[in-house]
């Protein structure tokens, strides 16, 4: 079984959304496949950021899907979260994917599973994966005690967690909306 990731969003405001990533791919309990995977991507039209944490194959099905889901509904984040995590649902092959998603665009944050949840975070900071909790920790410290941008909340608290986490490495892959970066 693959496990581990760790994956963090931070939207400061419509023009600094940014969503980051390690790049760990560890195998079993004790031996680490790949440094480098990239596991955040800008999707539709470069206007949604996503990142999956998970077994991999599985995520890139999602990641897939969720494409689908917001041609479907014309770029929609919400409408395409929630009919994407009905179809994980009650599907008996997408049920058995092993994965959870993050996805971002200048309006929200969610958090996607195959339980159906589509989750929003009251503040705009959010993380997932084996290193989740400890990066999600110092994003929110870094959000509500500096002015950093949201790319420097993202680096630094992947940094934090990759520092903890044993499934959580440095190799930090970053995509951002707004400003220059579009």
Known sequence: MFHGT????????????????DGQVTFGESSIMKHTAKKVRRIYKNKVLSGFAGSVADSFTLTEKFENKLEEHGGNLKRAAVSLAQEWRKDKILRRLEALMLAADKDDILLISGNGEVIEPD????????????????????????????????????????????????????????????
Do not use: M, Q
Request: with cysteine; charged share 25%; aromatic share 6%.
């Open 6 to 21: 760790t994956i963090v969003v931070v939207r400061r405001n419509e023009n600094d959304i940014c969503i980051g990533g």
């Open 123 to 182: 503040d705009d900071v959010l993380a997932i994966g084996s290193g989740g909790n400890y990066a999600f920790a110092a994003a929110k410290a870094l959000f509500h005690n500096t002015d950093l941008k949201a790319e420097e909340i993202v680096r630094k608290s992947l940094e934090i967690a990759s520092s903890i986490c044993i499934y959580t490495n440095s190799n930090i892959s970053i995509e951002s909306l707004g400003g220059d970066k579009e």
